[in-house]
């Protein structure tokens, strides 16, 4: 009897289903062979067992005694190997795998199951209070797509971070929409599209069955956002000097920085003071327009207006450069000047130094233990060097972003 860690035995048929089809189709497909599904896939086999992604202690430790040693050092041989190393691998060993129907769900329920549901518990806030369809599902959507994509801030995971964020605040209703949104990505692959609805209906069943005021919520809640849209929005309007966007993730969260910039472009623009991203906000973006204005004082701006300001950026970087400038000797106002002639000076001064050491007549092992003493010395100093100049970049760059608008 099969183990499944507690996920539903439906959501266990799924994710089966979705990555072999069916017992006779995987003795006829897969069984004899590693695959290379996708370019950041590894050499694949048995139930989506993706071999390039494990290290070769881990294959060994999930295939050990269920496979003989010959195809035991194939598999092995995979570990690592992603891109056109992973299909030539697929290529080279074409036929040199057998792996029975019985051995490949015996891995996927005792070693993929458990250690994926070890990721979702540490990556989701919130999974365990999850029924076991509504669990499963996430796990079939961590196997497919990488469980790091539920952190990942690129707009191809946008719908995964929220659907994290949904299971922390418990608002479990908008996730079928998040599963359904993500077909966008594959729009000419019918199975992965497939695979998402059947999650989604999953899902739906299992607020049904074990979270009712959530199902309540299903037929009043809207359907999200497309990232693919969102990210463009954010796109454009960090072109036009709307920083505060912030970062292009495809993320459009209720009174956020997106919908913040989305108002101010409105109200500058004479729209209508609504977040919403409809046609009349797309149409006008697409037109051609200078950048939004910089006032004169923030273009002309210095660290010292920054510093009046409270910036915590540069309150920062001036402790640093103070703890930099006492190791360095201390000095509290290092300059790039001072710090050439800190090279200089102590190039210099270890040289002399060496000079001054031998000629005391000291034994060979005195002249090397205060040679490393003097060493070790500039050293010290030398910390407090990088210490000031990487302060300094954080200043500077600082500056321009203010200087340029992106940061208030």
């Keep these: 009897m099969l183990d499944l860690h507690g996920i539903s035995r439906a959501a266990f048929d799924l994710i089966v289903a979705a990555e072999v089809t069916s017992q006779a189709f995987y003795n006829k497909r897969y069984r004899t062979v590693l695959e290379h599904p996708s370019d950041n896939s590894g050499p694949t086999g048995a139930i989506g067992y993706d071999f390039g992604t494990q290290t070769a202690a881990k294959i060994r430790a999930d295939w050990s005694g269920r496979v003989n040693d010959a195809m035991l050092k194939v598999l092995v041989g995979a570990a690592g190997l992603r891109g056109d190393r992973a299909a030539a691998y697929c290529r080279k060993t074409q036929g040199m795998i057998d792996i029975p129907w019985d051995v490949a769900l015996d891995v996927f329920s005792n070693h993929d199951v458990p250690r994926y549901l070890a990721i979702c518990r540490r990556l989701l806030p919130g999974f365990d209070e999850l029924s076991p369809d509504c669990a499963g599902v996430i796990l079939s959507i961590a196997f497919n797509r990488d469980a790091s994509g539920f952190s990942k801030l690129d707009p191809r995971y946008a719908e995964m971070r929220q659907i994290k964020a949904c299971i922390s605040s418990g608002d479990l209703a908008k996730i079928p929409g998040l599963i359904r949104s993500m077909k966008r990505l594959w729009p000419n692959e019918r199975g992965l599209r497939d695979r998402r609805d059947d999650e989604a209906a999953l899902f739906e069943h299992g607020l049904i069955e074990a979270h009712p005021l959530e199902a309540a919520k299903l037929p009043s809640t809207p359907a999200p956002s497309d990232p693919d849209q969102v990210a463009h929005v954010q796109a454009r309007l960090r072109e036009l000097g709307y920083f505060d966007v912030g970062q292009v993730d495809g993320e459009q969260s209720p009174q956020g920085r997106t919908e913040g910039m989305i108002l101010a472009y409105r109200n500058e623009h004479g729209l209508p003071l609504t977040p919403a991203i409809d046609e009349q906000l797309l149409a006008e973006l697409a037109?051609?327009?200078?950048?939004?204005?910089?006032?004169?004082?923030?273009?002309?701006?210095?660290?010292?207006?920054?510093?009046?300001?409270?910036?915590?950026?540069?309150?920062?970087?001036?402790?640093?450069?103070?703890?930099?400038?006492?190791?360095?000797?201390?000095?509290?106002?290092?300059?790039?000047?001072?710090i050439l002639a800190w090279i200089t000076d102590n190039a210099t001064r270890a040289s002399a130094a060496k000079d001054a050491v031998g000629g005391l007549g000291l034994t060979p092992v005195a002249i090397e233990a205060i040679a490393i003493g003097i060493v070790a010395l500039v050293v010290v100093a030398g910390v407090g060097v990088l210490v000031w100049f990487v302060a300094n970049q954080l200043e500077q760059r600082r500056l321009a972003d203010y200087r340029t608008g992106k940061h208030a």
């Design 287 to 338: 037109k051609p327009q200078a950048p939004r204005h910089v006032a004169e004082t923030r273009v002309s701006a210095t660290v010292e207006d920054l510093r009046d300001q409270g910036s915590q950026t540069i309150a920062l970087t001036d402790q640093a450069k103070s703890w930099a400038g006492k190791i360095f000797g201390g000095s509290t106002g290092l300059t790039g000047a001072s």
